[in-house]
């Protein structure tokens, strides 16, 4: 892709080591782990209880005290938002009161910046209910003697279920109700890729910028991977291994993980040109110089698989990673020797790591390197849209944070035991997908 002149204005973030850029960068300076016993939690959803053993289902990077009030206006719109909803509502607001577009809200065709000017890109999931939701239906499809009559469950579903329930569950709402929200009228989209999603969504943004669809678009993404249902329904990443202590047990990059630490998130960008920010005298905290996405199927793409096994190549694909990073540095007109930082997917998942440990290998073999994921779990679609704000805030503050490690230096990657002044004006972030699809994106200081 042609380099971008599209420039950051205010982000947000919801994350288990701090909400609000400031408190999240913080953390990741101070190492900070969000990693838990779900015990912890207080959403709400299931926890281990005082008898059970603490294994890689009852750990994760929840967000604690998140109170949804303080962000959601109107409130009673929290009546169909469901968690990933809701924090990526919270994220929205606080980019676009880091932006100053608060002052032109809502939007107005009497105002300098009109509803149509404005639009809401989001990356999304398939956002599962609590299984409680469906307890009393399920219930009353218990046949005489004790079976579950699936022939009973549409009928008792309609009667036992709240009518609102597939309204708090869509995953195309998040860009729904912060569009509503501000009275934004632009182009407004849902994108559902997997970890690549966030990137995705900024992608996108940028090309309705560039098309002229619209002068400001809003880019976010929310998941988590700690939802009760979803740890039910999907098996396609290897658990991880409790470590001594559980703050330790996201570990990526390390030939020793036995898998992936869940955890939730949401964030949130605001773009525009630069000549747009600048004439509204906005404050650009990064360029997004280029952007370059790829797929080539892995392993177990190309053989029909979806399997948590640790088999070489089953997952993610080296390649991808590759062609992405090498188009991403060209485009913006960069050798990998300008590379102040690198902010990694890395996960735990010790084929996909060696896959992406191959990718940087080749083409930044010796950048700074940190994982986000080592700190607050995995957060599925909201994983890179994360690791972006991470870059954007490590070029304001000129840092490179260390990474989480339960034993350092254990791998030929490049993480910091300690923060670093950056040593450049680039940072690259890399965002990836088990099936083969890779998003590499340069920030480049204002």
Known sequence: MPRSNVVITGLGVVSSIGIGGEAFFDGLLEK??????LANRTDGCATPSASDPLTGHWIGGPVIDFEPKQYVRPR???????????????????????????????????GSLKPADVGTVFGSEMFYGSPLDMEDAIKASVTEDGKFDPAMFGSAAMKKVTPLWMLKHLPNMPACHVGISINSHGPNN????????????VIESISCLERGTAKMMIAGATGTRINTTRMNYRADLPLAAVADPVEFSSRPHDPESQGVVGGEAAAALVLESREDAENR??????RIASYASCFIASGGMRGGQR?????????????????????ALADAGIEASQ??????HGMGDTIIDLAER????????????IATIASLGHSGAASGMVDLVAG???????????????RPNNVNIGFRDTSETMASNHVLCLSHTSEGNAIAMVLEAP
């Open 358 to 369: 191959t990718a940087l290998a080749a083409v930044v073999p010796d950048a700074p390197v």
């Open 190 to 201: 849902t994108l559902v890729l997997g970890d690549v999603s966030g990137m995705a969504a």
């Open 307 to 327: 399997s948590s096994k640790s088999e070489p190549q089953l997952r993610g694909s080296a390649e991808a990673m590759e062609r992405s990073m090498v188009i």
């Open 281 to 286: 005298d906005a404050v650009v905290l990064a």
């Open 76 to 110: 009673k719109s929290l009546k169909v938002m469901c968690r990933e909803i809701q924090t990526a509502f919270a994220a929205s607001r606080l980019a676009i009161e880091q932006s100053g577009l608060d002052a032109l809200l809502p939007l107005s065709e009497t």
């Open 339 to 344: 590379v102040g930082l690198v902010v990694s």
């Open 32 to 37: 900070r782990s969000g990693i838990t016993s």
């Open 392 to 406: 954007a805030l490590a070029l304001v503050n000129r840092q490179v944070p260390p990474t989480v490690q339960l």
